[in-house]
């Protein structure tokens, strides 16, 4: 079993930065798959990014690519989220999850395994 716990979050203008951290108990973190999404207020939870066991793939969604980049360091049992250039529209809370498959990219939030509790991000305008 993984526990997650996200941090970082925070309120930021238009234009600036934010890292996000998601800290994971457990000896085989290093198997899951990590990923990102992000729900705003009244709408769906969407993805925003995955990185694959070993942290050689990455992946996007379209409205983040070029922007933020996912990391991860499974020595210390870390992933992280480096958010660039913030927009209004990133408003949202921002969930870390682990899941544990072979299939590549899992970018469908039912498809993970573990969630954190989530950080709030709020870009101001």
């Known amino acids: 079993q993984v526990q997650l716990v996200e941090s970082g979050g925070g309120l930021v203008q238009a234009g600036g930065s934010l890292r996000l951290s998601c800290a994971a108990s457990?000896?085989?973190?290093?198997?899951?798959?990590m990923g990102w999404f992000r729900q705003a207020p009244g709408k769906e939870r969407d993805f925003v990014a995955t990185?694959?066991?070993?942290?050689?793939?990455?992946y996007y969604a379209d409205a983040v690519k070029g922007r933020f980049t996912i990391s991860r360091d499974n020595a210390k049992n870390m992933v992280v989220l480096q958010m660039n250039s913030l927009k209004p529209e990133d408003t949202a809370v921002y969930y870390c999850?682990?899941?544990?498959?072979?299939?590549?990219?899992?970018?469908?939030?039912?498809?993970?395994?573990?969630w954190g509790q989530g950080t709030q991000v709020t870009v101001s305008s």
């Open positions: 999850a682990a899941q544990y498959s072979s299939n590549w990219p899992v970018v469908r939030g039912e498809d993970y395994d573990y």
């Open positions: 990185i694959s066991s070993s942290g050689r793939r990455t």
């Open positions: 457990g000896r085989t973190f290093s198997s899951y798959v």
